[in-house]
Each structure stands twice: as structure tokens, then as C-alpha cells.
């Protein structure tokens, strides 16, 4: 069936050909992936080690970023501008302290206005700004 020419490669009668066969007329070979009950725990455990991994990161990367967790913007969590008052002819630490926490001590009040501004004492100048305390 075979001859060899001089060059050492085989080569073939052309009797000896067969017919191919019609490739129209096989059936497709349908490749199903087929997993064992192991290779599924694996799957599963590795996706859901990957989902969380991911879900860890976003949490840091919010946490780094200031996000917080409830949704609200970074400015609205932010103190309001400190309550300042200017002062007017007459006013007086303890009458400020009065308006102010009306409620509290005012001699606690007098004291946190002074030291919100740095006061070395308790005499007022008319327009003088005080910061007040929240």
C-alpha cells in the first residue's frame, strides 16, 4: 500500500485511499461539564470566598473614604458653624450666659465663654464677636 520514494517519506497508492465519511451525518458531540460533589463544594466555596473578599474590600474602601454607613453625606455630619454673638453696649458675661442656656448654670456658661475665646477677663467691649457654646 505504501512506497517509499528516495527521500524516506511514505507515501500512499492512490488505491488505497478510503472515502471519507459524510460529515453531515454525524451527530454533534455535546461536551457537558460534569462536576463531582466535590468539584461543587469547591466551586461554590471559592465563589463565596471571592464575593465576600470583595464585599470586605468596598467596606474598607467606604471606611477609608469617610462614607457613612447610613448613606448621609460627609457634610451633613459635620458640626454647624459655632453660635457667635456681638456684643452691645451693656451686655455682660453673665446676661450672655443667661440668653443663651437660659435653663443651665450660668456661671458654667460664663466660664465655657471664656474659654472658647480666650477671654483674660470678664470685661466687654461693645461689637466684640463671642463665639457661644452649643
Do not use: C, Y
Not at 467596606?59 to 456684643?87: C, K, Q, Y
Amino acid at each position: 500500500m505504501s512506497a517509499e520514494s528516495g527521500g524516506g517519506v511514505a507515501v500512499m497508492a492512490p488505491g488505497a485511499l478510503t472515502e471519507l465519511p459524510d460529515l453531515h451525518s454525524f451527530e454533534p458531540i455535546r461536551h457537558g461539564a460534569r462536576l463531582t460533589r466535590r468539584g461543587r463544594v469547591v466551586l461554590i466555596s471559592t465563589l463565596a470566598a471571592v464575593t465576600t473578599a470583595g464585599f470586605a474590600v468596598l467596606i474598607l474602601v467606604a471606611v477609608a473614604l469617610g462614607a457613612s454607613p447610613a448613606g448621609a453625606s460627609a457634610d451633613s455630619l459635620m458640626l454647624p458653624p459655632p453660635e457667635t454673638i456681638v456684643v452691645r453696649d451693656g451686655d455682660t458675661l453673665w446676661g450672655i450666659a443667661e440668653q443663651v442656656r437660659p435653663d443651665d448654670d450660668p456661671r458654667r456658661t460664663v466660664h465655657e465663654i471664656v474659654e472658647i475665646n480666650d477671654l483674660t477677663s470678664t470685661t466687654l467691649e461693645p461689637g466684640q464677636k463671642l463665639e457661644l457654646p452649643s
